[in-house]
């Protein structure tokens, strides 16, 4: 814990040092922690700050230092931006909803352009996005399989990480869930893993011909904290 406390002073007076010395006339942060550490650096050195919560504060499972500091700090900023009623209806408890301001995903014209109803579908499930605990991309894997539909092809788009871990109370090391996922694969028959295709991250133009061939898009996110993710709306554009 005292080492914990150290390293984000370190980390808070840095930063203050670094928006002093360029000149920064507005701050933006995002997640949890830098929210904390980005409102408190703008407001030492006088100056406004933006900040953003991408998922609903309600399901995280934060340390109590930093579901303490947020609480007491984020009151302090100009702005937070949040994506859904839900959530600024959560956050409205620790900032006042004059701060809050709603701004849904939007949706890339360089994606819109380039879905076609003209082509035709493919026996293809979708999932595009992170491939983490929070993701739940396992549970995917075992609910296709579960299914065991010889004619239909899994597409799983996206690098694995464990970003999201932290938020869910979960202290993962690097490359659990990649392990994870390895772990059901291997209790698969060969009929079944040959149907399951990890892309890795596609470049936009790649991307779109898979919307355009798949037949269904699921999400499996967990814990509610995703109210509205990039790529569910992404899917039904």
């Not at 701060?99 to 109803?117: G, Y």
Request: proline fraction near 5%; charge should be positive; aromatic fraction near 10%.
């Amino acid at each position: 814990l005292l080492y914990s406390l150290k390293t984000n002073f370190n980390l808070l007076f840095k930063l203050k040092k670094i928006l002093k010395n360029k000149k920064i006339d507005v701050t933006i942060g995002f997640m949890p922690t830098p929210n904390v550490v980005t409102v408190a650096a703008s407001k030492l050195i006088g100056i406004p700050c933006i900040i953003s919560e991408r998922n609903n504060p309600a399901n995280y499972n934060l340390p109590f230092f930093w579901k303490y500091s947020r609480k007491y700090i984020y009151r302090f900023t100009n702005l937070l931006v949040v994506q859904t009623d839900l959530i600024k209806n959560s956050c409205a408890k620790i900032v006042s909803t004059k701060k809050i301001t709603i701004l849904p995903n939007p949706i890339a014209v360089e994606l819109t352009n380039k879905r076609s109803k003209k082509e035709k579908k493919e026996n293809i499930v979708l999932s595009v996005g992170r491939l983490n605990k929070q993701k739940n991309q396992k549970m995917l894997v075992e609910s296709f399989a579960e299914a065991n539909n010889k004619n239909w092809k899994l597409y799983i788009v996206g690098d694995f990480d464990d970003i999201g871990a932290p938020f869910l109370g979960k202290g993962m090391p690097p490359f659990d869930y990649y392990s994870r996922i390895n772990t059901s694969l291997e209790t698969l028959p060969d009929s079944l893993t040959e149907s399951i295709v990890f892309t890795g991250k596609l470049e936009q133009s790649e991307l779109n011909k898979m919307y355009n061939a798949a037949d269904l898009f699921v999400s499996f996110s967990v814990h509610n904290d995703e109210d509205f993710g990039m790529s569910p709306i992404e899917a039904l554009a």
